[in-house]
């Protein structure tokens, strides 16, 4: 059986290649894999880094910082893991394989062979960042060391998804099947948070002297008993990749492949849940849609009924429909809760936090959370696609509705509009409440309301038009917008989004002028007298064009998609 899966992959690749080779005739796929390879070049060798050595950085700390980011890696693994992507097999491979005379083990090595397509592609990108000649590791040792890390790293991540989705079927009656594997996650965990907890006030005081300072307090504080035991098997696995000589390289390289070893046998234990996890994982996959009520998949309740905060009206707008079902297939209500419970013990911790300790851990936090804002306003309308980007490919059930044009458009634009909009008020929150007890930051804390409060109105418009430009390339260029929720991967797909976001930014700047001229007008002329507090008055005077601009783009954009037929060049992905 495993020749049959062997040709099965080969074919399955090589019909792909061929596939995306004859997608290079057209035009759209040739410009989106020339700028995908170009914005590569540019970073794999343009950007390349020069050795350690001449960096004037130490190995054994760039060991560390790595060893760091694996072990973030596996606890988000744990944490956030998403079972539909580790476990999930194609329709068509449920149907065939899982009835058939195929064992566990086998459906477990064949979606561990398909996993090494993907695995080889980044260990070549990243040989091609990591190496150089003078770095004194040949290419090809290299690229076998960033090959075991990758590879380690998927083996977690699938056994970590058998362990998530075993406790979730079984509930606590499965406890003693996983008693190992939590053990050792339970433990890890503790580690982290003791030996946070016990470096924080030198790390924070490192970080207020500046970075040499900070990277020489989190070499320090890996010293201790706890992080040393803690880093040490990702230290194992990340050290062949930073070796410097083949001497080094080969006695770094039994530990880390001890370490694949125990990975592997680990995911092949588990072979007696596999098929049930990965059986669901397929069917969530194949139907992202449920009934909300019953939510069932494949005979089994998946979810609870819609809560009554949620439920649909029997009045209202008419659009609302549409925004209430788009609003339910991109979150699911246990996440919702789950998100809202972290998201108030992140703002209450770190409220508390930029009081304690000069704030510097809860300024770090306030960085991240405000640098995570900017990267969701700038690429989110490529993440959040909860709109006609789906929809679209039911433009006949779309058309059959008794609804305006304008009415579906801007119905599904606002969906993804308010995803987006929640999303980045959260964290903006979170930034305002880090920086909180910050009594020297400028500007100060009343200007910083003020900012909030200007955002809390601004938001919700600039998504509105940054994914109504998104959705109105999928009307007009239906073609040259990849349609679905699933995102197609490789260089042209990355080109092809960085078509986009191009035009969208260009866009969406000239969209902004107008509102932009008006609101600085009002800022500028009340400044004198309000300061910043001048925001209040100056967003509403922006906001007001924006909404009028928005408002002619909606019906002439209404106005397309009645005329628009079913099936017309549409690009499935």
């Known amino acids: 059986m495993n020749g049959i899966f062997h040709y099965l992959v080969w074919r399955t690749t090589r019909n792909r290649v061929a596939g995306q080779l004859r997608q290079l005739r057209q035009p759209r796929y040739l410009a989106a894999l020339v700028l995908g390879l170009g914005y590569l070049w540019v970073i794999v060798v343009q950007q390349r880094p020069t050795s350690l050595a001449a960096a004037g950085v130490e190995a054994g700390l760039v060991e560390l910082l790595a060893a760091v980011a694996v072990l973030g890696a596996v606890l988000w693994s744990w944490i956030f893991g998403a079972e539909r992507r580790a476990l999930g097999f194609t329709p068509a491979e449920v149907t065939f394989l899982f009835p058939g005379p195929v064992s566990r083990r086998e459906l477990i090595g064949f979606k561990l062979l398909k996993t090494q397509l993907v695995i080889l592609l980044n260990a070549i990108l990243w040989t091609a960042v990591l190496s150089r000649d003078r770095a004194g590791l040949s290419t090809w040792l290299r690229a076998a060391s960033v090959w075991v890390l990758l590879t380690t790293l998927s083996l977690h991540r699938l056994g970590a998804s058998f362990v998530r989705t075993s406790l979730r079927e079984h509930g606590w009656l499965g406890l003693p099947h996983q008693a190992a594997s939590l053990f050792v996650v339970t433990v890890v965990l503790a580690a982290a948070g003791w030996s946070i907890a016990d470096a924080a006030t030198a790390i924070a005081a490192g970080w207020s002297l500046g970075i040499a300072e900070f990277l020489g307090a989190l070499r320090d504080a890996a010293q201790g008993t706890a992080p040393r035991a803690l880093l040490y098997p990702f230290e194992l696995v990340v050290k062949p990749v930073a070796v410097g000589t083949p001497g080094e390289w080969l006695r770094a390289m039994g530990p880390a492949l001890l370490v694949l070893a125990l990975h592997y046998v680990w995911v092949i234990r588990w072979d007696a849940a596999f098929e049930e996890a990965a059986a669901e ?13 019953t939510g069932r998949i494949g005979g089994r309740a998946a979810s609870r009924s819609t809560p009554r905060f949620l439920r649909l009206g029997t009045k209202g707008w008419s659009g609302g429909a549409i925004v209430w079902k788009n609003l339910l297939a ?5 996440r919702v809760r789950g998100g809202a419970i972290a998201l108030g013990l992140a703002a209450v911790l770190l409220a508390v936090l930029s009081f304690y300790g000069e704030g510097t851990l809860a300024e770090l ?17 490529q993440w959040v696609r909860n709109d006609l980007r789906s929809d679209l490919l039911m433009l006949d059930l779309l058309r059959a509705y008794p609804l305006r044009g304008s009415t579906v458009v801007s119905a599904e634009v606002m969906a993804s509009a308010s995803v987006l909009t929640a999303l980045q008020l959260s964290l903006l929150l979170l930034t305002f409440l880090a920086f909180l007890g910050n009594q020297t930051l400028e500007p100060g804390l009343g200007a910083r309301s003020a900012l909030f409060l200007g955002a809390l109105v601004s938001l919700p418009l600039l998504n509105f038009h940054s994914v109504l430009i998104q959705n109105g390339a999928a009307l007009l260029f239906p073609a040259w917008v990849p349609l679905g929720r699933d995102r197609a991967g490789g260089v042209e797909a990355l080109g092809q989004s960085m078509l986009l976001i191009i035009g969208s930014a260009v866009l969406l700047s000239a969209i902004l002028l107008l509102p932009l001229a008006a609101g600085g007008a009002v800022f500028l002329v009340l400044r004198t007298h309000l300061g910043l507090w001048s925001l209040i008055p100056a967003v509403p005077a922006a906001a007001g064009l924006l909404v009028l601009e928005g408002a002619v783009i909606v019906r002439w954009l209404g106005r397309i998609f009645e005329r628009t037929e079913p099936g017309a060049g549409l690009a499935v992905n």
């Open 365 to 381: 936090a306030g960085w991240f959370t405000l640098t995570w804002a900017g990267v969701v306003l700038v690429v989110g309308p």
């Open 281 to 293: 994982a397929s069917l969530r996959r194949a139907a992202a849609l449920t009934d909300p009520r």
């Open 330 to 334: 991109a979150v699911r209500f246990r």
